[in-house]
């Protein structure tokens, strides 16, 4: 059967399922309630500190009660969120040698303890994240930190190591968000993840937790210490997590039993089916959000001494090859996925950096053809001489396990993957894990993204800054997860060039924005051209609202819950 085929009967048995189905998981309480706001996460939290998860689900249900300095909205503006001014080099916020930045902040802001907010708490997050032992997830982008100083309770000047054109990429947005001190100063340490408010924060923001059960429900009320408190539309949030995607869309299009639905990675027609039954409505934002698939360039099967797989001291027996790795993306049908699978809520693409426009490459292509990957395996001397179908050199067979996050639409993507590399004699087992294991973070479990005991995985991710920097830092050396640094770092792929390095450091400190921008697309084309990732999809930011609800605006610069302090029932 081919792709195409396949995926147009797997389009028809999902929308003939759409009726036949019982209804979506409930998130709780009465239809009526108009206080109540129903939060419907298929991706369950199951941690509410965004410095120690990889997870956006886990972001974006702490970025209900905490707050960065300031964050971008769609427009690429900078609004302020606990700081009272956006720093500029006109109003000495920004220093004019570009190695640092003052930070005002907002007067009468309390915790939701009751304690104030100072600068000292600003201080103290810069401290937790950028401690080793506590393994934050947030600290590659924090390096560029020399030091913060508290200059008074309400200002705090950040000192840069260089010249730092994007001094907008720490404390803002989803990397952003400030931890109290008062509550975190005794786990500023290897007891990071004993905090006793990583499963009940403390913040500043709209909304409380007041009761969080990891992997199933949130609920929140109003933080009655927050400055706009009058303002909020509802007494009560909660957050449901479980499920599958397309119930979870269910749910608010079609049921009416939640009032909104995150992260809908599912297949267009079935998007479309569903939102003909009138309750709810699909808002897509393109942002720089991009499906792509890693390759794994150590080797998951061997045991280092340390006792970690997935070592840089082992290279991958194939993928270190560039020409096994230019037939692997030959291989893959990219328009299929897009075109069959995401539809409208996705294009292919052949770059790693999709956004903003200004950095995206055009000196890149993709390509599906089997018979050039074909010639690429031959010609690296991958053959089948045991005529069991998969070639194999040396006595090792190119057998690979691929892996990613349970998902209907992600399973299909597999499924087409899959189809290219066997014919290419490539051997594929599939995989698909939990996406509250997955994308925990959590250095004791085997499972996550960071260890990467597979050969390909796949997932999205995306630079939450419209300045990319510390989105093409992820294929520095130095993010490379491993035991050693409490597998944090976001490069699981183990891809290390120092060329690249060079070029990243020197992006990093150059003030020409167009300078910038020529390097960011040569580290791009890098990745790119030497097929150390695989791009696949530019995906829309794809959520469903509840026709009644309104307030929101959707960016691809924070989390969606972003401006949930603005949201109310009509």
Known sequence: MTAKKFISICYLCSIALLTACGSSPTVSNSQQDNKLLKLLYWQAPTILNPHLSTGFKDAEASRITLEPLASFNNDGELI????????????????????????????????????????KDVVFTYQFIANPQVGSVSAGTYDVIKSVEAIDDHTVRVN?????????????????????????????????????????????????????????????????????????GFERVELKGGGDATSAARAVLQTGDADYAYNLQVEAPVL???????????????????????INHSDPNKV???????????????????????????????????????????????????????????????????NRANQLLDEAGWKDTNGNGIRDKNGAEMQILFQTSVNPLRQKTQTVVKQGLQSIGVGVEL????????????????????????????????????????????????????????????????????????????????????????????????????????????????????????GYELTPWDLRTWDIMNWRRE
């Open 80 to 119: 302020p969120f606990l700081a009272a001014e956006v720093p500029t080099v006109e109003n000495g916020g920004v220093a004019a040698d570009g190695k640092s930045v003052t930070w005002k902040l907002k007067q009468n802001v309390k915790w939701t303890d009751g304690t104030p907010f100072t600068a």
């Open 304 to 370: 280092a001494p340390s006792g970690e797989r997935s070592s840089v001291k082992f290279p991958h027996p194939f993928f270190s090859d560039p020409q096994v790795r230019e037939a692997l993306a030959l291989a893959i049908d990219r328009d299929t996925i897009a075109e069959q699978l995401y539809g409208i809520t996705g294009k292919a693409t052949p770059n790693f950096l999709v956004a903003p426009e200004q950095y995206v490459s055009n000196n890149t292509s993709y390509e599906y053809n089997l």
């Open 272 to 294: 479309q089916q569903l939102e003909t039954a009138g309750q709810g409505k699909v808002v897509t934002n393109y942002g720089a959000l991009m499906e792509r698939i890693i």
């Open 431 to 550: 995989k698909s894990i939990d996406p509250s294991v997955y994308f925990s973070s959590d250095p004791s479990n085997n499972e996550t993204v960071e260890h990467f005991y597979a050969d390909l995985q796949m997932y999205t991710t995306g630079n939450t800054s419209p300045d990319p920097a510390a989105y093409m830092k992820f294929y520095t050396c130095d993010q490379i997860p491993q035991k050693a640094n409490n597998w944090s770092g976001d490069n699981n792929s183990r891809y290390c060039n120092p060329e690249y390095d060079r070029l990243w450091q020197q992006s990093s400190s150059e003030l020409d924005s167009a300078k910038r921008e020529e390097i960011f697309i040569e580290l791009n084309d890098m990745l790119v051209k030497g097929h150390h990732v695989i791009p696949l999809v530019h995906r829309a930011d794809v959520v469903a609202f509840a026709n009644d609800i309104s």
């Open 160 to 232: 840069f190591k260089n010249v730092n054109p994007a001094w907008h990429l720490v404390f803002v947005g989803v990397e952003g968000m400030i931890l109290p001190q008062h509550i975190y100063q005794q786990y500023n340490g290897a007891n990071a993840r004993e905090a006793p408010a990583n499963l009940k924060p403390i913040g500043t923001g709209a909304y409380r937790v007041v009761d969080f059960r990891p992997g199933d429900t949130v609920i929140y009320e109003p933080n009655p210490e927050f400055r706009q408190l009058e303002q909020l």
